[in-house]
Nanobody
Framework: QVQLVESGGGLVQPGGSLRLSCAAS????????MGWYRQAPGKQREFVAI???????RYADSVRVRFTISIDNAKNTVYLQMNSLKPEDTAVYYC???????????????WGQGTQVTVSS
């Protein structure tokens, strides 16, 4: 089974930093893209950042400059470095990956379980 395992969420004060990690496990034959999405209480899930296996990335306007996404292809892991955090960044952050499943011999979109990020003083 292929799955995404997230870590790094927690409570931080405004202006602080956190680094989220998401490691893909299982029989993975390749990565097209991996990214991050977030969902605040009572709101729809929204795009945060995405990166392809070659390192090209793009961001939502609300996080550009403050957040940085990166990927380690050898470890099948994507990271989200979050700086200058604001209360508006409070949400459950979800990892997404378009991965090739070697056992099923197909590309498929996978989602992590989510990790809570709370920005509060």
């Amino acid at each position: 089974q292929v799955q995404l395992v997230e870590s790094g969420g927690g409570l931080v004060q405004p202006g602080g930093s956190l680094r989220l990690s998401c490691a893909a496990s299982g029989s993975i034959g390749g990565i097209t893209t991996m990214g991050w999405y977030r969902q605040a209480p009572g709101k729809q899930r929204e795009f945060v950042a995405i990166i392809n296996s070659g390192g090209s990335s793009r961001y939502a306007d609300s996080v550009r400059v403050r957040f940085t996404i990166s990927i380690d292809n050898a470890k099948n892991t994507v990271y989200l470095q979050m700086n200058s955090l604001k209360p508006e960044d409070t949400a459950v952050y979800y990892c997404n990956g378009n991965l090739f499943n070697m056992e099923e011999q197909r590309w498929y979109d996978y989602w992590g379980q989510g990790t809570q990020v709370t920005v509060s003083s």
